[in-house]
């Protein structure tokens, strides 16, 4: 496991502007709104030749009545727990207030080191004289730092390095299948991932948008390795008014990008709505492998002939999706949600199977004896030869005499030849066809 650096303290001192400054990317959401890092989010960097990752964790309120505020506290309470270092976050601008002498001695009973940082030390110079006043936390040595300038942050990184474990006692990196969860807000992705985790690992309310980031979650089972990426709910585009909620479906389309598995999660008690469209034609369009995940199963009332309906009417509703099985769980209770596993595990290799050029052309052979290719004033299509030049999805491409000749509905029924004799469902096909004389790119 790489060592991972969590940035704890109040609200609004600037930990989501140190985490982008150090990631040098903008992974989180960065407003003056206190609680708009709700949860906490991850980020890979590296220093003097050590990776690691960083942590990004909502502000530390230590006593409220707010329910996110207090959802907030929890959160980075895990983020502590789990952290090979604390950079403790402080602000010249209020000095030390009450809740950062709360915030130091809940980080002193972790008895993780703890790294002090005082931000917001923009000019350079001879420091502010407040700055001294950070001695009293009993912290040590506190580092001046700028996030909005990177003052300071290169002796803020030494400082964590100096308590990382060796290097020979990281694992390498894994294969671990990386899972995107999606769907419209207060579908249950939230729920689903503390089911499988067994931990108030990502925030549950049922305020929509409690989830505003994507979120990485690690999990090993039997079954093999998963990183779960739970991403903010997608709304419709007319009610993306915030900038925050136009960040959130920005992560989720980066998410989706980044995994190889997209769980596209559908609430039971409503069907296939528009927006579950929108956001299974993202994961589609993307070419990943997609599994069609009925949630809230156990508030439907059932009858014999439930389950067909339902599954007639995900058919129906995501028509262009016909590849990607369809599992009906209950995150809450935890129904048939061991069996997602075998499923994400099936249909990632099947979306980065490779398949010989000799096993192809004889599906081809087959595919023509029994249904002629098409003809057009006289003349008929010749297919050459079929090969694979991709993965993830697979994607194959046909030779012909004339493109032109090539009818859709003759490329759909190549694409169900292969997918039937390869079982490639759960994942999309890209069949792209060339006419002799093309270049193969």
Not at 309 to 323: P, W
Request: one cysteine or more.
């Amino acid at each position: 496991m790489k060592p991972i650096v969590a940035i704890v303290g109040r609200p609004n001192v600037g930990k989501s502007l140190l985490f982008n400054k150090l990631i040098g990317k903008r992974l989180s959401i960065v407003q003056d709104t206190p609680g708009v890092t709700r949860d906490r989010i991850y980020g890979e960097t590296d220093w003097n030749g050590r990776t690691f990752t960083l942590v990004d964790t909502g502000g530390i309120e230590p006593r409220t009545d707010d329910q996110i505020l207090s959802f907030m506290r929890q959160q980075a309470q895990i983020a502590v727990e789990n952290a090979t270092v604390i950079v403790f976050l402080t602000d010249i601008k209020t000095g030390v207030t009450a809740a950062d002498h709360e915030v130091a001695n809940m980080l002193l009973r972790s008895g993780k080191p703890i790294v002090l940082a005082v931000n917001k030390m923009d000019s350079t110079g001879l420091p502010d004289p407040d700055f001294y006043e950070f001695y009293n936390l009993g912290l040590g040595d506190p580092i001046a730092v700028s996030a909005v300038h990177g003052h300071g942050t290169g002796d803020l990184l030494d400082a964590c390095v100096q308590y990382f474990p060796p290097e020979d006692q990281e694992e390498e990196e894994d294969d671990a299948i990386k899972v995107a969860l999606i769907g419209k807000p207060n579908v249950g992705k939230s729920s689903l991932v503390n089911q499988i985790l067994g931990e108030e690992r990502v925030i549950v309310s049922d305020v929509a948008g409690t989830t505003r980031d994507a979120i990485d979650s690690r999990f090993t089972n039997d079954r093999g390795t998963f990183v779960f990426i739970d991403t903010a709910g997608m709304r419709r585009k007319s009610k993306v008014e915030e900038d925050i909620e136009k960040y959130s479906v920005l992560r989720a389309t980066m998410a989706i990008d980044r995994a190889d598995v997209c769980l596209i999660l559908i609430d039971a008690t409503e069907g296939v709505t528009e927006q579950d469209t929108k956001v299974a034609g993202m994961a589609h369009e993307a070419g990943k492998a997609c599994i069609i995940v009925v949630n809230k199963w156990d508030l439907v009332e059932k009858d014999g002939k439930t389950m067909d309906r339902m599954t007639e009417d995900v058919r129906k509703g995501l028509a262009f999706m016909t590849y990607a099985p369809i599992l009906f769980i209950s995150a809450k209770t935890g129904q048939r949600v061991d069996k997602l596993f075998d499923l994400i595990v099936a249909v990632s290799n099947q979306a980065s199977m490779r398949i010989t050029t000799g096993m192809l052309n004889n599906v081809l052979a087959d595919a023509q004896t029994r249904v002629q290719p098409p003809t057009d004033k006289g003349r008929r299509l010749k297919i050459y030869y079929m090969t694979q030049v991709g993965i993830r999805p697979p994607h194959f491409v046909v030779f012909c005499n004339d493109a032109k000749l090539f009818h859709f509905s003759y490329r759909r029924y190549l694409e169900n030849c292969i997918r039937n004799t390869f079982d490639l469902t759960g994942t999309p096909i890209i069949l792209s066809v060339r006419q002799k004389g093309d270049k193969e790119d």
